[in-house]
């Protein structure tokens, strides 16, 4: 069973994703007090550490396998264009401390996501640096952006997934199955991914109309972050500032911070955690994968 430290855990999605497949979270990092009682609630026998800047490689247990984490992704996001400071950023520099907890302990493997803004800040010169250090570790590092709506959820959700591997280059492996590469039949329209077959998961729910960020009398398609109204049963991507958007039955309209009978506050807090929070699905089908490549005994090394 492969052990697993959980860095920025937020409310577990990580967590959840790679322990469906069989792997144990046994250490968890998380500095916002909300997620922190989530965690609490969920993995109440875990070590669970506060802020990252604290945290010393000898408090991480000797024998876990797989670290994973997203780093916080305000200071990369497209949201904030114009004031993207990459990894320069205080929130987003948090992966220099990740890094460095990594140089020490140098775990078999290591999953990282964020946003796909990663990819191209500083004009993807900070994407080159994140790559290059986990190399110079001695990782084989290996990308791809996943999309949640092709992986059983209703919204549409893309993100960048980076797998590193310790000593072997299997890491690709663990991200691109056969088939990947396969050309779709005309522009714009791609097949589902495995996970989404194997599955038979619906990812659209028909009956759903979306109108997000109070944007009503505008077109679908305004404004870089979906501020706008669709009804093609997915759900744009949730953010931190949720209670704004309203889910619209045929004949009903609810609006989300209505539906949960609970305070204000404690509603914000959830919503800006769910907000952050990755596709577990998507986790799911990556662990499945590392189980499967530790359970291989043809492991190409470095």
Same mark, same amino acid.
């Given at each position: 069973?492969?052990?697993?430290?959980? =860095?920025?855990?937020?409310?577990?999605?990580?967590?959840?994703?790679?322990?469906?497949?069989?792997?144990?979270?046994?250490?968890?990092?998380?500095?916002?007090?909300?997620?922190?009682?989530?965690?609490?609630?969920?993995? +109440?026998?875990?070590?669970?550490?506060?802020?990252?800047?604290?945290?010393?490689?000898?408090?991480?247990? #000797?024998?876990?396998?797989?670290?994973?984490?997203? =780093?916080?992704?305000?200071?990369?996001?497209?949201?904030?264009?114009?004031?993207? $400071?990459?990894?320069?950023?205080?929130?987003?520099?948090?992966?220099?401390?990740?890094?460095?907890?990594?140089?020490?302990?140098?775990?078999?493997?290591?999953?990282?996501?964020?946003? +796909?803004?990663?990819?191209?800040?500083?004009?993807?010169? #900070?994407?080159?640096?994140?790559?290059? %250090?986990?190399?110079?570790?001695?990782?084989?590092?290996?990308?791809?952006?996943?999309?949640?709506?092709?992986?059983?959820?209703?919204?549409?959700?893309?993100?960048?997934?980076?797998?590193?591997?310790?000593? %072997?280059?299997?890491?690709?492996?663990?991200?691109? /199955?056969?088939?990947?590469?396969?050309?779709? +039949?005309?522009?714009?329209?791609?097949? $589902?991914?495995?996970?989404?077959? /194997?599955?038979?998961?619906?990812?659209?729910? +028909?009956?759903?109309?979306?109108?997000?960020?109070?944007?009503?009398?505008?077109?679908?398609?305004?404004?870089?972050?979906?501020?706008?109204?669709?009804?093609?049963?997915?759900?744009?991507?949730?953010?931190?500032?949720?209670?704004?958007?309203?889910?619209?039955?045929? %004949?009903?309209?609810?609006?989300?911070?209505?539906?949960?009978?609970?305070?204000?506050?404690? #509603?914000?807090?959830?919503?800006?955690?769910?907000?952050?929070?990755?596709?577990?699905?998507?986790?799911?089908?990556?662990? $499945?994968?590392?189980?499967?490549?530790?359970?291989?005994?043809?492991?190409?090394?470095?």
């Amino acid at each position: 069973m492969l052990k697993v430290a959980s =860095f920025f855990a937020g409310i577990g999605g990580f967590d959840i994703g790679l322990e469906r497949v069989g792997m144990k979270v046994v250490f968890q990092c998380e500095v916002n007090n909300f997620c922190q009682q989530v965690l609490k609630q969920h993995w +109440p026998n875990n070590i669970l550490h506060g802020d990252i800047k604290t945290l010393e490689s000898r408090l991480i247990p #000797d024998d876990v396998d797989l670290w994973c984490g997203g =780093f916080p992704c305000q200071d990369l996001s497209l949201a904030n264009q114009g004031k993207r $400071k990459g990894l320069e950023g205080e929130r987003s520099g948090l992966f220099s401390k990740y890094a460095e907890l990594i140089a020490q302990r140098k775990p078999r493997w290591v999953i990282i996501e964020n946003v +796909p803004g990663l990819l191209n800040s500083n004009e993807g010169k #900070d994407f080159q640096f994140l790559v290059q %250090t986990l190399d110079e570790l001695g990782y084989g590092v290996s990308w791809r952006v996943f999309d949640a709506k092709y992986f059983g959820t209703p919204q549409r959700r893309r993100r960048v997934f980076i797998v590193a591997s310790f000593g %072997t280059i299997c890491s690709a492996d663990v991200l691109f /199955e056969d088939g990947s590469f396969d050309v779709a +039949p005309r522009a714009g329209i791609g097949k $589902k991914d495995i996970f989404a077959r /194997e599955t038979g998961k619906s990812y659209q729910d +028909p009956n759903l109309y979306i109108i997000q960020h109070a944007a009503v009398g505008r077109k679908p398609e305004a404004g870089p972050q979906s501020k706008g109204y669709r009804h093609d049963g997915e759900a744009f991507t949730l953010d931190s500032r949720g209670s704004a958007d309203v889910i619209c039955q045929t %004949t009903n309209a609810i609006r989300v911070r209505d539906t949960t009978r609970v305070s204000k506050r404690l #509603d914000s807090n959830r919503y800006r955690a769910i907000g952050n929070a990755v596709c577990v699905n998507i986790v799911e089908w990556i662990g $499945k994968r590392i189980v499967e490549m530790e359970n291989s005994t043809n492991v190409p090394s470095i």
